[in-house]
């Protein structure tokens, strides 16, 4: 392929280390390595400056959940620039896209979760929700109920806010995370941390800790439970089916505010419109981002339901953010919106293709190098292990043969993530089966060769 309109690749590398700071990287090790620019998408593709197409397995970063190279949504965003480019939402103003965008979640959202506040991304969402549990307390009479609980190795974003409900042990090693009122229990991940419990018993076990940690914590000091219906960023796991049953009988027993993470889960994700439905969980509050928009304009929020905003609106909630309810990103989510559900890409995730990735992903679970290959929607992930009888750790420091996985795929053109000794994927929605069946034979390629690296190395030991 000719590429007319950027420089060489090299130009292009060295500027990127000269000057762009690049998120969750040492930069200093990229900046010497080079890294992969991507220049243009289509469908389930991607393209760099060297002409190379790539499987888009991450569907970017867990959000184009419609696919690349959709021009309604260009022609939506163009058309609301030439409108109205921006306004604001703050001062007795309202605008078309923002209110259309709001009646429009209010519909697809279960239950009573008819009301949207915006922000720019999931992670402002997540500190808006914060602070909105925290008001809604205080404006109930108890302002002493403020702890939020939350789960270690779960993802919230990497705001202060967003990176203290998180659970994420790395970033709390930086920058004096977690901030206060913030504490975190256990998370149901069977495969690492089950021991000899069956996933069902595992499941209820760690739901019970909410219950443990409520009660430790005293019930009239916790303003709310926040959680990804399937945890993400922390390695695609998947809760035994006994867990969120668990966890709903109890933020109703103490009531407590229940906050589902849907930044990835929703739109889709699992095929239905919200992770929550999939999992049979009533929440109070929603976090939405990435997938709205099928991230082709930065967008977040906050579905909450009736009693949570009228209580709010009682009085006035001093948060907001410049680009709350941005017109342009409005209008591009509403034209996602009606892409995702005129061409039922939901049901046709639920119906076909999130069982035949199931199927095929499931069958990596035969190589000798994976432990465990699970997937719920279009999330997916396995555990590289050098025992698979005993679910067993590598001896080498986690993430060793993660990573080395993780280069033999990318060299594949296959984009597969690994967090840990996890690799995931979280492809678009739209993908094909004939789109995985090379997917998963990139996969096992890239498998074989990581197999055959460690087993060339001496890296197939397990952990004492
Ligand atoms: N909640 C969840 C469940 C997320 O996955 C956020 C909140 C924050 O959203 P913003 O838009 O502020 O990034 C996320 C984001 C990874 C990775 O390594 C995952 C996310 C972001 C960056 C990296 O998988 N998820």
């Known amino acids: 392929m000719t590429l007319t309109n950027i420089a060489p690749t090299a130009e292009l590398q060295a500027l990127d280390a000269a000057h762009h700071m690049h998120p969750f990287t040492a930069n200093g090790a990229l900046g010497k390595k080079g890294a992969r620019i991507i220049t243009r998408a289509q469908g389930v593709r991607l393209t760099d400056s060297n002409g190379e197409e790539l499987i888009d397995g991450m569907a970017g970063l867990w959000c184009v959940n419609i696919g690349y190279g959709r021009s309604e949504l260009a022609e939506a965003a163009a058309r609301q620039m030439r409108e109205l480019p921006y306004y604001n939402t703050f001062f007795q103003t309202s605008h078309v896209p923002a209110l259309q965008l709001a009646a429009k979640l209010a519909e697809l959202a279960p239950g009573d979760l008819n009301h949207v506040f915006f922000a720019g991304s999931g992670s402002e969402a997540n500190d808006t929700n914060l602070r909105m549990v925290r008001q809604y307390w205080a404006l109930k009479g108890q302002p002493e109920r403020r702890v939020v609980i939350s789960r270690r190795n779960g993802y919230h974003g990497s705001t202060m806010g967003g990176g203290s409900l998180g659970g994420m042990a790395a970033m709390h090693a930086q920058g004096g995370l977690p901030i206060p009122g913030i504490v975190h229990i256990d998370q149901p991940y069977w495969y690492g941390e089950g021991g000899d419990m069956t996933p069902e018993a595992f499941g209820l076990a760690r739901a019970r800790q909410l219950e443990e940690k409520i009660l430790e914590l005293g019930p009239e000091t916790v303003a709310a439970f926040i959680a990804e219906p399937v945890q993400g960023a922390g390695g695609v796991i998947i809760p035994p089916e006994s867990y969120w049953p668990e966890i709903q009988r109890i933020v109703e027993k103490y009531g407590i505010l229940l906050i589902a993470d849907e930044v990835i889960t929703g739109f889709g994700r699992l095929g239905e419109w919200f992770g929550s439905q999939a999992y049979g969980i009533r929440p109070h509050i929603m976090t939405i ?117 993780r280069e033999y795929s990318f060299g594949n053109n296959l984009v597969m993530r690994h967090v840990g000794d996890r690799m995931i994927i979280a492809p678009p929605l739209v993908i094909t089966p004939t789109d995985i069946d090379e997917l998963i034979a990139r996969a096992r390629k890239t498998l074989d060769q990581t197999h055959a690296h460690l087993q060339a190395e001496g890296m197939l030991k397990a952990a004492a």
């Open 289 to 405: 981002a990435k997938g709205l928009s099928s991230g082709y304009q930065p967008i977040g929020g906050s579905i909450v339901c009736d009693e949570v905003a009228h209580v709010i609106g009682q009085d006035e909630f001093n948060h907001g953010y410049t680009y709350s309810g941005h017109p342009v990103a409005a209008a591009v989510a509403l034209e996602n919106l009606r892409i995702l559900q005129e061409e039922r890409i939901i049901e046709r995730v639920r119906e076909k293709t999130a069982p035949y990735l199931a199927q095929a992903w499931a069958a990596l679970g035969d190589h000798p190098l994976v432990g465990e290959a699970v997937s719920r929607g279009m999330m997916a992930s396995l555990a590289l292990t050098p025992d698979k009888a005993t679910r067993a750790q590598f001896a080498a420091e986690s993430g060793t043969a993660g990573y080395i996985c």
